[in-house]
């Protein structure tokens, strides 16, 4: 499969641990898309809200208190996020949609837009490998990289990239990841009965290598492919 003219615009959705994020970045390494993350796009718009921006404002007032961003709020910093995009280079969404409200936004998003419908990469896992996972990663406080054991990072316990401690995240402990992935899971079967009805959910067997996921995301792609002609 030399291109993603079949699917420009792909979500990836899995639960903690999976590793989404990888495989979004292995995507990105191949195929010059856009990358747009849940997390990393209310950071951006929490420093805009310090300069005034009225999303931004919103949701460093909610961040501050400790109050979950609502689903209005997501789906208003998604477009204005892909206004400022070169959209027809494909996009990542990764983690969103997280809801079938926030689903139904994109939906009438891709209209506005006038964008091919995304298709679902579900990268599933079980709780007991989330749980395995995510208690023996390290995270870096300064640069949010994230390593496992298998890096030379973690054995040193140092990120070679700016050179700070790494330390075990406190939502990384067994019991919070337990209660995370059940709620996760729960989102997940939401969206599942939304999108499969309309063919666009592709389940994927996370509990494999890296590699070993890749192709089978390839591979997935391309029959769906195949299917739509």
């Known amino acids: 499969m030399d291109n993603l003219n079949h699917s420009k615009h792909l979500i990836f959705l899995g639960p903690p641990g999976c590793g989404k994020g990888t495989q979004a970045k292995m995507i990105l390494a191949k195929w010059p898309m856009n990358h747009l993350s849940t997390g990393d796009l209310i950071r951006d718009f929490i420093k805009k809200g310090e300069q005034g921006d ?56 891709t209209k506005d837009f006038v964008l091919d419908k995304p298709i679902v990469l579900f990268v599933n896992i079980s709780e007991k490998e989330a749980i395995e996972r995510l208690s023996k ?20 316990g140092i990120c070679n990239r700016c050179q700070t401690e790494l330390i075990s995240r406190s939502d990384d402990n067994p019991e919070v990841v337990k209660k995370r992935y059940q709620e996760y899971i729960g989102r997940m079967e939401e969206l599942k009965k939304y999108y499969e009805p ?32």
């Open 54 to 109: 009225p999303i931004g404002q919103q949701m460093k007032e909610r961040y501050d208190q400790g109050v979950p961003q609502p689903d209005d709020l997501i789906i208003k910093a998604v477009r204005e996020t892909l206004k400022n995009l070169d959209l027809t280079k494909g996009m990542i969404f990764d983690s969103f949609p997280l809801s079938e409200m926030q689903a139904y936004g994109l939906e009438s998003i």
């Open 137 to 156: 990663r390290k995270y870096c406080p300064s640069c949010q990289g994230i390593f496992g054991p298998q890096s030379a990072d973690y054995e040193k």
């Open 198 to 229: 309309r063919r666009r959910w592709l389940a994927v067997n996370g509990e494999q290598s890296i590699e070993e996921v890749h192709q089978e995301i390839l591979t997935k792609l391309e029959e769906f492919r195949e299917k739509r002609g």
